[in-house]
């Protein structure tokens, strides 16, 4: 889902260490590329199919995404979909351009 128009967030410390952990594993960086070549909600079934783990791993892995603010959740019943969050991947790449210049 395409966000326009949307402000760009300020980051702490904390959250720009958050992103940044999340960043570092690769299984949660396969998940944000799949997610990137959606155009709309991927559902976690979808998402499940694409990575090689277990539902209890892939829980865990999408909270961490969550907690990051790298990806947004919502639930349709008993399933939940999954949203990439651009803008603030975008809003930490432009921090981290700006903070390591």
């Known amino acids: 889902m395409a966000v326009t128009n949307a402000k760009q967030p300020e980051f702490t ?23 990137g070549g959606q155009r709309c909600a991927t559902p976690c079934s979808t998402i499940r199919e ?26 349709d019943g008993k399933f939940v979909h999954y949203f990439l969050q651009q803008h603030v991947l975008r809003a930490y790449l432009d921090r981290l351009k700006t903070d390591l210049a």
């Open 13 to 35: 410390e904390d959250q720009l260490q958050l992103i940044a952990k999340a960043l570092a594993d690769p299984r949660r960086y396969e998940i944000l590329k799949k997610l």
């Open 50 to 75: 694409s990575v090689d783990v277990s539902a209890a791993t892939l829980s865990h892995h999408m909270k961490e995404l969550e907690t990051a603010g790298l990806v947004r959740s919502e639930k």
